[in-house]
DNA sequence: ATGTATGCAAAACATTTGCACCTGG
DNA sequence: CCAGGTGCAAATGTTTTGCATACAT
């Protein structure tokens, strides 16, 4: 809960949408979550916000490294906790539920093929979009 | 420039509008476009057509298999012509071209992992977002 | 003819911004 | 106290939709 260290130390104010935002991310069991996600998440659990507020709060951290941000297929961007090693994604196209996985080998070959094109990563982003075999999938009960 | 036989195909009825959006995505230099993008290019060539034609056309195109729709971190779709196999992006970050590349080996071992958690591809998308090495790039000159 | 396509304007979304008020340090 | 944060409403940028007209077959 003492989300307080890791808040100041981006220089940014510890207040309480900011700290109700990281405990959202820390306790909800969905890790994947859009802007709206988390303001249907603090208003049903009483919190009076705006949605700019989290739109910002989401901006600021993601700019100080807490969060990620994906772009999916769905059109709206979806954050992460950056607490974690880097790792990818798949996303099972029955329910949506993201399985996240990494595997050195691609990471290697990525490097590798960037730099035969004359490039230097700073960044990517791999999602892979699937069928789960076992169906239906029971990724989110 | 016969375009007519891959547009009947798709039961689409073959007019101006569509002619032109697949003919621009055959004869660009840019062959990574948005709707803006190609809104421009026919105005500019004096067709006269609304932006929300080209939306419409773009998504048909998509859904009939005739272009691909990718989301890359610019909150704009981007859709290329589907007619070439697959290939995975490099974005450069200095300029926003999109080189083009095709690894097999980490194709296997995408295959490989979304096994390993129980799930067959039905697609992917990898992007890399690199500084090129020269600088300035000279991709768009 | 007649069912589709189109252009325009308005709507629908996701996200950002301006501004007066509030609050953490 | 006061710089920075917040809520609200209005603005933005992208994409979609309703509708009357125009076009392909």
Known sequence: MEDHEGLKKTGLKVTLPRLKVLSIFENSKEKHLTA?????????????????????????????GLLIRHHFESGKAVFELHDKAHHDHI?????G???E???????????????EHGFRIIEHSLIIYADSIKKPCNHKK
């Open 36 to 64: 709206e996600d988390i303001y249907k998440e603090m208003l049903g659990g009483g919190d009076e916000v705006g949605l700019a507020t989290i739109y910002r709060v989401l901006t600021q951290f993601e700019q100080a």
């Open 97 to 99: 539920h993201v399985t």
């Open 101 to 115: 996985f990494v595997n050195e080998e691609i990471e290697k070959l990525q490097t590798k093929v960037a730099e």
């Open 91 to 95: 996303v099972c196209l029955q329910c």
